[in-house]
């Protein structure tokens, strides 16, 4: 969808009376199938990320790690690691 700067709205006129009954019911026609048609693509990609098996790289973790290069993927792990680790020494103290 493009959306203009230099659109010029009827209510921005000063001889506008309002919108007709008729134009009042296709704006709310129109937005009711777009609310659908959205809803239907978004339920559609949630769908999507629901994973098959559990090797399946269609998950939404097998498309976030085959997004990710094996560098990326082993500076993660250390982060997360490093932090476990710390979190475990810290316990251990108390």
């Keep these: 969808m493009m959306?203009?700067?230099n659109k010029e709205l009827p209510h921005e006129k000063s001889e506008w009376n309002g919108y007709t009954l008729e134009e009042l019911r296709y704006m709310r026609a129109y937005t009711?199938?777009?609310i659908e048609i959205n809803r239907?693509?978004?339920r559609r990609n949630f769908f999507g990320f629901k994973?098959?098996?559990p090797k399946s790289s269609t998950g939404l973790l097998g498309k976030v790690l085959?997004?990710?290069?094996?560098l990326d993927i082993a500076l993660?792990?250390?982060r997360i690691g490093s932090k476990a680790f710390?979190?475990?020494?810290?316990l251990?103290?108390?």
């Excluded at 085959?66 to 094996?70: P, V």
């Excluded at 710390?86 to 810290?90: D, F």
Aim: glycine letters at 8%.
């Design 3 to 5: 959306l203009t700067a």
């Design 86 to 90: 710390r979190a475990m020494r810290w």
């Design 40 to 42: 239907d693509r978004l």
């Design 32 to 34: 009711a199938a777009r």
């Design 51 to 53: 994973s098959v098996g």
């Design 76 to 78: 993660v792990t250390f």
């Design 92 to 94: 251990r103290r108390r």
């Design 66 to 70: 085959g997004t990710l290069s094996y």
